[in-house]
């Protein structure tokens, strides 16, 4: 069976968010557009809020599937980065907890992600096979490009 481990991630993680786009629970919120990623960016993503809202919950899935159960604060350090300070060296900043408690929360609300007592969230049974079935049409897909590949 083909897991979320035998493709690369950014091709499901583009896929999961096309995918996330048809579920009616799981919308940006309306300061989307102006808000940074976190105190370590300059500026708000380039893409608008109905882009990169989807790249992040499908991250978010993405990582509590291979490090499930994760806190809010373990993924505020996944999505943190260097801070620039001037002429002083960089310094690590955690991401946006905001952003991600919401998307958990709208993941929730859908039905992928539930809270596993204190110790975080983990995908349910719909989450899992969503991730699969889209792993699993990735796989064929890559497959039948090396395919056509090999042909010539």
Request: aromatic share 8%; net charge positive.
């Amino acid at each position: 069976m083909t897991t979320l481990y035998d493709v690369p991630a950014q091709l499901i993680v583009e896929e999961i968010a096309k995918e996330l786009k048809n579920y009616d629970e799981i919308k940006p919120p309306s300061w989307a557009n102006y808000v940074k990623t976190g105190v370590h960016k300059e500026r708000a993503p380039d893409q608008p809020a109905d882009v990169w809202w989807y790249i992040r919950c499908a991250s978010l899935l993405r990582k509590i599937y291979i490090n499930g159960p994760i806190g809010v604060n373990r993924l505020k350090l996944k999505y943190g980065g260097k801070k620039h300070i001037g002429c002083r060296p960089y310094h690590f900043r955690k991401g946006s907890g905001a952003i991600i408690r919401n998307a958990l929360q709208q993941l929730e609300k859908a039905g992928l992600v539930e809270l596993r007592g204190k110790k975080g969230r983990i995908l349910t049974n719909d989450g899992v096979s969503l991730l699969d079935r889209i792993a699993h049409r990735i796989k064929l897909n890559l497959q039948k490009e090396i395919i056509e590949l090999k042909k010539y």
